[in-house]
């Protein structure tokens, strides 16, 4: 499977000279197995994934777009995807909020007239919607798919992605819990506070994790819904994760805060004297997990 970072940004874009290194696109990220093109979240970023795929000529005209929830960072490059406006794509759209019945009420919701000055209806793809609930496995093509919600608003999913013997999970916007006076994220108090999640992840080859927020905020952000490079290092650490991506960067990080993010956690991992791998994601980067 190949994985290519399109926007790996938190709640607003942020261009300009201080993120060039890491970008300021709000998050998306493009997963490719054979045929099977999976789209995780269609923040900025979606809008020039979108540019690129249709000079593609020969690439397949199924797309599967993955909403981990309906903020505005993970949805606001819809209207700007170029796919959305060719007849020649079929685009299935998986969220598990709705406003009543109504799925993808987001879509009409962020392209109403007060906001955006044309609808939907202008899209000729073929776009389906799909109504996913936490806790429910299902497939797209060969991968299965698992769903868990997770510390962030309601709704919020994680998806985990199986495939021959590998995994690859996709957690952003998740509060990882932790005791304030536990100073050194014991195994038993952070296992206790994270179970569920610390299951879900066991033995990922790949976790891609919400990284809002740094050693300096460690303590006056808890209870908004998002992880620090603290706590995501101790809790993959504790999930036997293989390779941990640092994601969804608070916009207010420049590129030397994030280079300081990423070796704070490379640090705790020689204490710790860990396996774990620990990369930080930026724009235009790809991996590829090898089955
Ligand atoms: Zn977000
Ligand atoms: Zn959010």
């Known amino acids: 499977m190949k994985i290519k970072f399109w926007g790996v940004r938190g709640s607003i874009p ?52 993955l ?37 993808g009420f987001f879509i009409d919701a962020q392209m109403n007239p007060n906001f955006f000055p044309v609808s939907k209806e202008i899209f000729n793809a073929q776009i389906e919607f799909d109504r996913i609930m936490e806790n429910i496995s299902f497939y797209i093509g060969e991968i299965r798919v698992d769903t868990l919600p997770v510390n962030h608003s309601l709704g919020t999913l994680a998806y985990k992605f199986s495939f021959g013997n590998k995994s690859l999970i996709y957690m ?58 603290i706590s995501v290092t101790h ?24 280079d300081k993010l990423l070796q704070d956690a490379l640090n705790i991992i020689k204490e710790k004297d860990s396996d774990l791998e620990c990369i930080a994601s930026r724009e235009g980067m790809e991996l590829e997990i090898v089955i």
Request: net charge negative.
């Open 14 to 65: 942020v261009p300009g000279k201080s993120t060039l290194k890491y970008g300021g696109n709000t998050p998306c990220v493009q997963l490719q197995f054979d045929d099977t093109n999976i789209i995780l979240d269609a923040g900025t970023g979606l809008r020039e994934f979108g540019n690129y795929l249709i000079t593609q000529h020969n690439s397949s005209k199924q797309i599967n777009l």
């Open 172 to 229: 952003t916007d998740n509060e990882i819990r932790f005791n304030i006076r536990d100073n050194n994220f014991s195994e038993e108090g952070l296992y206790q506070l994270n179970e569920n999640l610390i299951e879900f992840c066991q033995n990922a080859d790949v976790l891609i994790h919400d990284c809002m927020y740094n050693k300096e905020n460690l303590i006056s952000k808890i209870g908004w819904g998002h992880s620090n490079n």
């Open 235 to 258: 809790f993959s650490i504790l999930a036997g994760v293989k390779k941990l991506v640092l994601f969804h960067y608070d916009p207010d990080f420049s590129d030397s805060a994030i």
């Open 67 to 103: 909403i981990s929830h309906t903020h505005w960072d993970h949805i606001q490059g819809i209207p700007f995807f170029l796919p959305f406006f060719r007849k020649e794509y079929y685009v299935k759209i998986f969220s598990s909020i709705t406003r009543g019945n109504e799925e």
